[in-house]
């Protein structure tokens, strides 16, 4: 079964509007969490690492005000869209390592976003 | 130039076939490699994990790794139609973190 669980699975939203995505780790503890995000027909691209207790890390090019992340918890990150707009639809995925440190992922079942 | 170069496809092939998927990649830094299967709308789903060069076989499926060569493979034997999906390459320099650099995925048709 899946061991990392993310809500909503599909959403469409107004332009301007925020949209909460959760992503929680099943049975286990997750002091990392990774948020990637799936343009259609391209890979993977990940977007910020939340980290437990403090502040995310962004990867180059991605707005933090825009896309606010917050660790509340070792087995719920959330990704909030703030003032989405059409560009802003995507699949966004969320992911929590393996705690041997192997570089292996779990992936969630993703959130598609759709914004109008 | 992407880090890592993957044939988008789309592949198809007879059920029964063997599939051979391929990642070029141009950083020799990377040292975890794998193989994830993506259906449509769905989250990635990992098949094969290797680390540095060599074979690793799981059932159907064997993934092999040339560092030399900054190539990659996933071997599907006997392919079904249930194969049919999206699979994605994808590397990462550490085992410590979650920064994993993805092919752009190849689509897979396996007809009956």
């Known amino acids: 079964g899946a061991v990392v669980s993310q809500h909503p699975s599909w959403v469409i939203c107004k332009s301007g509007t925020s949209v909460k995505i959760e992503c929680r780790s099943l049975?286990?503890?997750?002091?990392?969490m990774f948020w990637y995000r799936q343009f259609p027909k391209q890979s993977l691209m990940l977007m910020a690492t939340?980290?437990?207790?403090?502040?995310?890390?962004?990867e180059q090019g991605v707005e933090k005000d825009k896309f606010l992340i917050n660790h509340a918890s070792l087995t719920l990150s959330t990704l909030t869209v703030t003032s989405a707009h059409p560009e802003d639809s995507s699949f966004y995925i969320c992911?929590?390592?393996?705690?041997?440190?192997?570089?292996?992922?779990?992936f969630g079942e993703g959130s598609r976003l759709t914004v109008l | 130039q992407k880090e890592v170069e993957q044939d988008p496809g789309p592949l198809s092939v007879p059920e029964g076939a063997i599939v051979s998927l391929n990642c070029t990649y141009s950083?020799?830094?990377?040292?975890?490699f794998m193989w994830y299967r993506q259906y449509s709308r769905k989250g990635p789903e990992l098949l094969m994990y290797?680390?540095?060069?060599g074979n690793k076989e799981d059932g159907r499926f064997t993934a092999q790794v040339d560092k030399s060569s900054k190539y990659i493979s996933l071997f599907i034997r006997d392919s079904q139609p249930s194969d049919s999906a999206t699979y994605l390459c994808?590397?990462?320099?550490?085992?410590?973190?979650?920064?994993?650099?993805f092919g752009q995925g190849t689509t897979l048709q396996v007809k009956p």
């Open positions: 992911s929590a390592p393996r705690r041997d440190g192997t570089g292996e992922l779990f």
């Open positions: 049975d286990f503890q997750a002091t990392t």
């Open positions: 939340s980290n437990e207790g403090s502040k995310a890390t962004y």
């Open positions: 950083n020799s830094a990377f040292q975890y």
């Open positions: 290797t680390y540095s060069s």
């Open positions: 994808a590397m990462s320099h550490s085992g410590n973190t979650g920064k994993l650099i």
